[in-house]
């Protein structure tokens, strides 16, 4: 589709990657209007421990604004936090051909160029008109986090093999956790804060025992089981995840009996995430599948790390400049560590909620063979060699 050249672009969503693709657009001369009402960035510091040296390279390659700010102001890149985002919302200020407009966007203009990278802070009525196009399952809005415990009576413990191990419930116990987490779910009106994955939903619905089946041996028939997973000492609770307080949750597992002595050491949560199912309805590009003027970036695509988000911003900022110029789109070069990204996030299972890292979810180092040089080839493709750097 041919675009007049220097449209206009709308970016909802003004955190890392907004900012980061609304700065390589503006400095290139094209006009950015930024909508923003703007809220708490959720910053997760974390510790980079799979291929920096590699997601360096390709960054500078990029000549990512976000990526050479940190270095000379000798920020350490995966700390990024929202104070940094807001010293290049500053810097963005500066352009006479970009604004900033503090609103919320409820609905898209699917007529209208625009990066959708909300994150979680994009609005239930968004959700709701986004999910008209996408499909109600395709918009992901929990993520859990499991309870741990420690000090469990070996006794009640049965080993599943590879750091697996499972608890057993008779009919009486789990009618008793059954009971109770009925009574504790009917304290909370709301599904925004109960909803279908916890265990006191399932309850309700009467579908606990699905996700809580047993596990027979030769010796044992019981009535249900829990699994969990052995991790640095702890054990999580596998698909046992929970909405309810910390009390409410410490008289839950006293009321199973091969946990009535453990020690709770991390509770669990469900937290809000808002991020689409990738696989199902993004394209090659990062854009929404039969919405060619919606690209999709950041947290709601479903993207975890800053390293890979701002790979992702400095992708698709390129293609949409192309777009811009009524050139047809550039793929993900491979052989580099952005390849590899959007290819594991159309892959991604849809089962899988966690936000997409390159930071755990790849195989091994030693498999891969990156080269930055790429980069600047896909560059040089996508524009000549008169970008704006």
């Keep these: 589709m041919t ?5 206009y672009v709308k970016i909802v969503g003004g955190g890392l990657v907004g900012c980061e693709v609304a700065y390589i657009l503006a400095r290139n001369g094209f006009c950015v209007h930024i909508f923003d009402k703007k809220q708490p960035l959720m910053c997760h510091i974390e510790r980079r421990i799979a291929l920096k040296n590699e997601l360096d390279a390709e960054l500078s390659a990029f000549d990512s604004p976000a990526y050479l700010l940190a270095k000379r102001l000798g920020v350490n890149v995966e700390n990024i936090d929202g104070e940094f985002v807001d010293m ?10 970009l604004s900033f407009v503090d609103a919320e966007i409820d609905e898209l203009n699917y007529n209208e160029l625009t990066l959708l990278c909300t994150g979680n802070n994009t609005t239930k009525n968004l959700i709701r008109n986004l999910s008209k196009f996408v499909g109600e399952n395709k918009v992901n809005f929990f993520h859990p986090a499991p309870i741990k415990v420690s000090y469990i009576d070996l ?7 590879e750091n697996l191990y499972h608890i057993n419930l008779n009919e009486n116990d789990f009618g008793l956790l059954v009971e ?11 599904d925004d804060y109960v909803n279908e994955i916890s265990i006191e939903k399932r309850a309700e619905n009467n579908s606990l025992r699905t996700y809580l089946r047993p596990i027979y041996t030769q010796n044992e028939k019981p009535f249900a089981s829990i699994r969990l997973k052995k991790f640095e000492g702890d054990y999580e609770l596998v698909d046992f995840y929970t909405a309810l307080n910390n009390t409410e949750q410490e008289k839950i ?18 937290y809000l995430r808002t991020h689409l199912k990738s696989s199902t309805c993004i394209d090659r590009f990062l854009k ?21 988000n701002l790979l992702v911003a400095n992708y698709i900022a390129h293609n949409i400049m192309r777009e811009l110029n009524g050139k047809n789109l550039f793929e993900s070069p491979k052989n580099t560590a952005l390849g590899l990204l959007v290819e594991k996030l159309l892959k991604k299972s849809c089962l899988n909620d966690m936000l997409l890292s390159l930071n755990y979810d790849i195989i091994g180092k030693d498999e891969l063979n990156f080269d930055s040089g790429e980069i600047l080839k896909f560059k040089e493709n996508c524009h000549g060699k008169f970008l704006q750097n």
Excluded at 88 to 96: E, N, P, Y
Excluded at 180 to 190: F, G, I
């Design 88 to 97: 290049v919302r500053d810097k963005l200020k500066t352009f006479s051909n």
């Design 155 to 161: 006794k009640n413990l049965h080993y599943d093999g």
């Design 253 to 270: 597992l006293k009321s199973i009996p091969a946990l009535q002595n453990a020690v709770i050491t991390s509770f669990g949560k469900i």
């Design 288 to 308: 929404i599948k039969n919405h060619e003027n919606i690209f999709v970036g950041g947290g709601f695509l479903g993207v975890g790390g800053v390293y890979e």
């Design 3 to 7: 675009r007049e050249k220097g449209r």
């Design 180 to 190: 109770n987490l009925k009574k504790y779910r009917k304290r909370y009106d709301s």
